[in-house]
């Protein structure tokens, strides 16, 4: 089985519940964000994004929000679903254009 | 549709041997990249090319080489001087407007690649 989600903190979450995925970033000159969600044996696929001049994006079913104070994102999911299993991690463009990822936190949903 | 396709989805390397991964994208973008993904770190950069016939080292680019000959096409060999490889290797593509461009990176499903 594929092994990229050992050892990352995991959410778990009844079916139909709103989710909370967290992120703390780095650099305080980072200036974009994205959320990618990863399932097993697959790719990161691209969620949403938020620029820095920005303090939430809304998408379909989810919401980014942004806290530059205190460098924070986080990644709402609502009525959260069974095909929301995966896991979730953020990126940051940092002021020189390289993009940083974190390691990512596994939501697993419950039914 | 457009994408990005890896190939092969699994891959075994003997010590000493040379591998290669395939990269192709079919979204016309300019920029491509190879991470290399373990498990419970965040994606580490390899190599990246913003033009064809031309690339940059990553954070992780010993024992490893890159070409970039068409847009289309981003292949990456795992050297034999890469010491420890296994690893699920993503590729990705962005499109590049200007200069830290904020565009997202598109990734393709990845390949793993063991040792035997």
């Known amino acids: 089985g594929e092994s990229v989600g050992l050892h990352l903190p995991t959410l778990s979450v009844q079916e139909g519940d709103n989710s909370i995925i967290n992120c703390a970033y780095s650099?305080?000159?980072?200036?974009?964000f994205i959320w990618y969600k990863q399932e097993s044996g697959k790719g990161p696929q691209f969620i949403i994004d938020?620029?820095?001049?920005?303090d939430k994006r809304q998408g379909q079913r989810v919401t980014v929000l942004l806290n530059k104070t205190v460098k924070h994102l986080s990644l709402q999911i609502a009525a959260t679903q069974p095909g929301d299993s995966a896991v979730y991690f953020c990126?940051?463009?940092?002021?020189?254009?390289?993009?940083?990822f974190g390691a990512g936190t596994r939501l697993a949903v419950h039914p | 549709d457009g994408g990005i396709t890896q190939s092969p989805k699994y891959l075994f390397r003997k010590e000493g041997q040379n591998v290669t991964l395939s990269c192709e994208q079919n979204?016309?973008?300019?920029?491509m990249y190879w991470y290399r993904q373990d498990p419970g770190q965040g994606l580490r950069l390899i190599y990246y090319?913003?033009?064809?016939?031309?690339?940059q080292k990553g954070d992780i680019a010993e024992g490893y080489s890159v070409s970039r000959e068409k847009k289309e096409s981003f292949p990456l060999t795992v050297t034999s001087a890469q010491k420890n490889p296994t690893a699920f290797y993503l590729c990705?593509?962005?499109?590049?407007?200007?200069?830290?461009?904020?565009?997202?990176?598109?990734f393709g499903d990845g390949t793993r690649l063991s040792i035997l």
């Open positions: 990705a593509s962005s499109i590049v407007t200007r200069a830290y461009s904020n565009q997202p990176q598109h």
């Open positions: 650099n305080s000159a980072s200036d974009y």
């Open positions: 938020i620029r820095s001049n920005m």
């Open positions: 990126a940051e463009k940092t002021g020189e254009g390289k993009l940083i």
């Open positions: 979204l016309n973008h300019d920029a």
């Open positions: 090319s913003q033009i064809v016939n031309d690339f």
